[in-house]
């Protein structure tokens, strides 16, 4: 048997390919180490807990690339490569590494499901062909490589037709269509995004049920199925943008059992070794039903039903490729049955889609085979009713309110507001039998939605003195939360809460067990229901620690949180704490039953944080480490009395509240960027008068720089202010001064900080740090860090803080300005921890938890063998109506790390996906761009349609050239819209060829300790 293997991870969190592949790549690293095996990681995510040097023996953040995964194993000499685990990213690298004869030249096995099967169920042509042998309906279709061969199917089958291109990931390039003249941009884009250069055009069957079956093989050809999951939403909405309910609700027995067969079919005929998800369209009015598609890997569905059952589908994935067979492998929730018995689950599970729209207001918000999430939620209750509310509780925004004259358009072409046009209709009186007609939804469904509008016209009908028992019983059964039941009875949530606990109405808590009670569990994996009895016990612990997740990823709150909730809580195992997570994102390590002591898998609410401390006894409530989510909490929590480890809310309030911010800087001698905080649009237009434009607006507690606006005069500020209603203010307007950006992450103890080195920004002030590229250590001067430093000590000082903090400055020739600071765990923590090779949340969460031994004054600073340059990703590919031009506004969806023993060197592992700059037709600088000419000399409509072109320069502030950038992006061209990102690029040019650098802290180390 093998004894090094490598595995390769799914690089930066792109929509499509998200945290559901740390997740399962982190079971998978910990599976090998458990029966003994030496693992070598590779993945240049550094955000993400997977890279963390304790979850393999050694982790390189290198390219995802052909290069450079050869020059790791020419290092690493592993036995056997397990690519299954890393989305579409590993299983493309997989093929290719087959292909070019890499795996046979260094004798490597691949462990798992073989790369002949990889291509049957990923090459269109191949997988047609394999449905056809087993006589698996598949969708009239036609693999199609030019524009012309798809217009000529389509005229054949007639419109709408659907593109789904070869080896993608989300939906990548494909798409939708209903008449010719949008299929050749669609086809266009189709055939770049698919590596091979094919596409399957076939006629669409929008409307069908979506039914999916996570199902597992191994190699004696026993299969089981985890888990099947049914759409909400028809086919024609890819799933990771559809509401999806586990397990199935409105199949009979007999359709549940043909397609559970019709996949144990395909798998056995694809011989996936491991997991292997596969999605099917039902009609409704009858028992037709065609196969859409089969990923043999671990997905993002395998994520959601490993969280949905608690059976854990990687680990037991990895255990299949190493050989085991599934009546060989115990299943570690329960103990004593076997990974071979199917889970049976007591309750319901939706999930639902996060989308960036709130952030994006002008993107196209229609739903159709390209995902646009960025992340989801997941809830469990024993009711479906119970289990949609709790999902729209957990996604962290407001519902948006609707034009009653517009909600129609929202049924016939799907949008993220379809769920919420719907329960309006509904709320007006519209049947749901006219709503079937228009959406194919079905009638189940939609009942269940008919269900809470009845619940909340009873509510409106009541006062709070004749709300009786049985109604606030019904209302909490179905989901219904304190603070909606009193908006709807029109009193304070403090009232229907004490209303609640004087009728003795308190939440239930239920296991998660794989077995739905049939079998003794010994899982920790825990549920809250008002419907039926309590079955779990406090934990037995004199400490007892909640650490608060931060809910589901979305553009400016990442899996950085992910990491900091999980290193969180392996330190206060340490110190002999107990530790319960709460958290709702099913693709999260925090959310693994194995992380913690105990998991919550509930909304972050205050109502449901309060139950849960006054169930467990909670000593300390850590909301540091949960991101704005957990921080934004921090208030309310102080207010009901529970326990926060760390700073007090006046604190938090010192450093994010503007006003405060400013005054306190002004007292300790520190400069900040001249600014005011304006309540109304009268007090920004007079504010606005005393300064110099540009400014920048924005509204005050946000993430990821949304809603923050440049402003160039009076007019633009107007009309920023237009757009802006009264929930948005307080607004800050601070005066726009150019300059280099830099940031820290430091620990402090109120008197002590341990700063491991300052982070630099390469674009300037002005573009948002998460869409920054950034070098750290840094290159600044000695003085100027000393300043940096200075500035910190004073403000934790005068504060007296605790507990992890980020703090960004702006550097001008004059002066070192203090631009923010976030009283929490960031971004950026995770790089400069496995960069320093020092845990910043280990010791923070030491201060933090009162440990005697930590003293954060004699923590050795490191001594860097390798600079790390951070580079942001954009899921350009699918939002590319979006202008991608750096500003304030985050946009991008994940970052990525690469060491060096330079700057440059790093530059050239960031870029190496790149085609060389000179070469033909390979780039185009636009005229406007004044710092060189163009290299090919093609008119850019000539240049944009050659399969070559891959990289435009354009950073002018045009309509013309926002309209050409956005055409780049639609052909998979790779744009750079800023000066100094180019200049990045072009100076990684002229390195020579590199050495894999591994992260220190492997067994190889990369650096010295102090």
Known sequence: ???????????????????????????????????????????????????????????????????????????????????????????????????????????????????????????????????????????????????????????????????????????????????????????????????????????????????????????????????????????????????????????????????????????????????????????????????????????????????????????????????????????????????????????????????????????????????????????????????????????????????????????????????????????????????????????????????LVKIENKLKACTTETLSEELLQLAKVYGFTDASIAKLVQTSESTITQKRLGYHLYPSYKMVDTCAAEFEAATNYVYATYSGVNEIDPLPSAKKALIVGAGPIRIGQGVEFDYSAVKAIETLKELGWSTIMINNNPETVSTDYETADRLYFEPITKEIIEAIVEHEQIDQVYTQFGGQTAINLAAQLEEAGIPLAGVSVDTIAQLEDREQFYSMLKSLDIPHIPGAVCHTFDEAMFAASSYTYPLLCRPSYVIGGQGMVKVNNEHELKGALAGTDARHYPIVLDEFITGQEAEVDLVADGEHIFIPEIMEHVEPAGIHSGDSMAIFPSTLDEDVKATIKEYASKIVQHTDYKGIMNIQFLLTEDAVYVLEVNPRASRTVPIVSKVSNRSLIDLATRVLAGDVSSHLNQVQPPEFEHVAVKYPLFSAHALPELDHKLNANMKSTGEGMCLGGTVQEALAKVFEHLPHFYEEHVSFVEEGYSHMESPSQLPFSEWIQTDQASIYVNDQQTTEAMERRIQALKYGVTVFSQKETFEAYLASLHVSPYLPAPLPGSLNEGVKLG
């Open 1 to 451: 048997m093998s004894k090094k293997i490598l595995i390769i991870g799914s690089g930066p969190i792109l929509i499509g390919q998200a945290a559901e592949f740390d997740y399962s790549g982190t079971q998978g690293c910990l599976a090998l180490k458990e029966e003994g095996f030496n693992v070598v990681l590779v993945n240049n995510n550094p955000a993400t807990i997977m890279t963390d040097t304790t979850m393999a023996d050694t982790v390189y953040c290198e390219p995802l690339t052909v290069n450079s995964i050869e020059a790791i194993i020419k290092k690493e000499q592993p036995d056997a490569l397990l690519a299954g685990l890393g989305g579409q990213t590993a299983l493309n690298l997989a093929v290719e590494l087959d292909k070019q004869g890499i795996l046979s030249k260094y004798n490597i096995e691949l462990l798992g499901t073989s790369v002949t099967s990889i291509q049957k169920g990923e090459d269109r042509e191949l997988f047609r062909e394999l449905m056809s042998e087993l006589s698996q309906p598949v969708p009239e279709s036609e693999v199609i490589e030019t524009v012309q061969g798809a217009k000529d199917f389509a005229r054949k089958v007639g419109y709408p037709v659907i593109s789904r291109p070869a080896y993608t990931l989300g939906g990548r390039g494909g798409g939708i269509v209903d008449y010719e003249s949008e299929l050749e941009e669609l086809i266009h884009n189709g055939l770049k995004a698919s590596p091979i250069g094919q596409v399957i055009l076939e006629k669409s069957i929008a409307g069908f049920k979506e039914v999916e079956y996570e199902v597992m093989r191994d190699h004696n050809g026993t299969c089981i199925s985890v888990c099947n999951m049914e759409n909400f939403d028809p086919v024609g909405v890819h799933t990771g943008d559809s509401i999806v309910v586990a397990p199935s609700q409105t199949l009979t027995d007999q359709e549940y059992q043909m397609l559970r067969t019709a996949a144990f079919t395909i798998i056995s005929e694809l011989e996936v070794v491991g997991g292997c998800n596969v999605q099917f369209a039902l009609d409704p009015n009858s028992n037709q039903y065609y196969v859409i598609e089969v990923n043999p890997r671990v997905s993002r569905s395998s994520a959601l039903a490993s969280k949905a059952t608690g059976y854990p589908i990687a680990k037991m994935a990895t255990k299949l490729a190493l050989g085991f067979t599934l009546d060989e492998l115990k299943n570690p929730l329960t103990g004593t049955t076997y990974a071979s018995f199917e889970p049976a689950l007591d309750y319901v599970v939706v999930k639902f889609p996060r989308w960036p729209f709130d952030k994006f207001s002008e993107a196209d918000r229609k739903l159709g085979t390209k995902m646009k999430a960025t992340g989801e939620v997941m809830a469990i209750d024993r009711t479906l009713e119970g289990a949609f509310q709790k999902a729209l509780a957990s996604l962290d925004q407001s519902i948006p309110e609707l034009d009653p004259t517009q909600l129609k358009t929202h049924l016939t072409q799907p949008t993220d507001l379809r769920y919420f046009a719907i329960l309006d209709l509904l709320r007006q009186g519209e049947t749901i039998e006219q709503i079937h007609k228009e959406t194919a939804i079905d009638l189940f469904f939609l009942s269940i939605l008919q269900n």
